[in-house]
T-cell receptor, first 110, second 118 residues
Framework: DSGVTQTPKHLITATGQRVTLRCSPR?????VYWYQQSLDQGLQFLIQ???????AKGNILERFSAQQFPDLHSELNLSSLELGDSALYFC?????????FGSGTRLTVV | AQTVTQSQPEMSVQEAETVTLSCTYDTSESDYYLFWYKQPPSRQMILVIR??????QNATENRFSVNFQKAAKSFSLKISDSQLGDAAMYFC???????????????FGRGTQLTVWP
């Protein structure tokens, strides 16, 4: 158990819909990183939050947004979903010299 | 931007044998970390081994060791005495130590799928 909790584990939704993915970092960790893993793009960094503030943005689409709440959990909101958004979405929190990852949310857009 | 290249999409090894996975990276920085992550069929990302660029000594974790060649920007992973449980996708990753806009994000290679034959 990495200590990073992601819910739900699986999500199936239709095109055009909106979903919210949730991540709770390890106890005491202030940072959250979101990654998308797809077959064609590999592992792509989306966005980072640290203690409630956005710190860095990667290849995140405008249809996607995220936030980190005072209790440090984070939510990734994906809207106007397209078939190409089907992927595994990971969150991670940083540990000395690396990351620990959650088990991911598998999103399938049909 | 930093790039990480894994030139072997697939590798296979016989159980108990040794296999080496290759990784090269491109950066203009001198201070960084390198990692190997394992992703088994469960899809969990598991840290296998890490290397600090300022350390000349190659990192070792039990059956896993790296060959870090800083000048050549090469970072290969050697798995000794391969076991069936080593079968997974292996990702090489880079992280800057410089505090800037990247702020600790990881840059990943595309991965190498390792098959272990009994």
């Amino acid at each position: 158990d990495s200590g990073v909790t992601q819910t739900p584990k699986h999500l199936i939704t239709a095109t055009g819909q909106r979903v919210t993915l949730r991540c709770s970092p390890r106890s005491g960790d202030l940072s959250v990183y979101w990654y998308q893993q797809s077959l064609d793009q590999g592992l792509q960094f989306l966005i980072q939050y640290y203690n409630g503030e956005e710190r860095a943005k990667g290849n995140i689409l405008e249809r996607f947004s995220a936030q980190q709440f005072p209790d440090l959990h984070s939510e990734l909101n994906l809207s106007s979903l397209e078939l190409g958004d089907s992927a595994l979405y990971f969150c991670a929190s940083s540990v000395p010299y690396g990351y620990t990852f959650g088990s991911g949310t598998r999103l399938t857009v049909v | 931007a930093q790039t990480v290249t894994q030139s072997q999409p697939e590798m296979s090894v016989q159980e108990a044998e040794t296999v080496t996975l290759s990784c090269t990276y491109d950066t203009s920085e001198s201070d960084y970390y390198l990692f190997w992550y394992k992703q088994p069929p469960s899809r969990q990302m598991i840290l296998v081994i890490r290397q600090e660029a300022y350390k000349q000594q190659n990192a070792t974790e039990n059956r896993f060791s790296v060959n870090f060649q800083k000048a050549a920007k090469s970072f290969s992973l050697k798995i000794s005495d391969s076991q069936l449980g080593d079968a997974a996708m292996y990702f090489c990753a880079y992280r800057s130590r410089n505090r800037g806009s990247t702020l600790g994000r990881l840059y990943f290679g595309r991965g190498t799928q390792l098959t272990v034959w009994p």
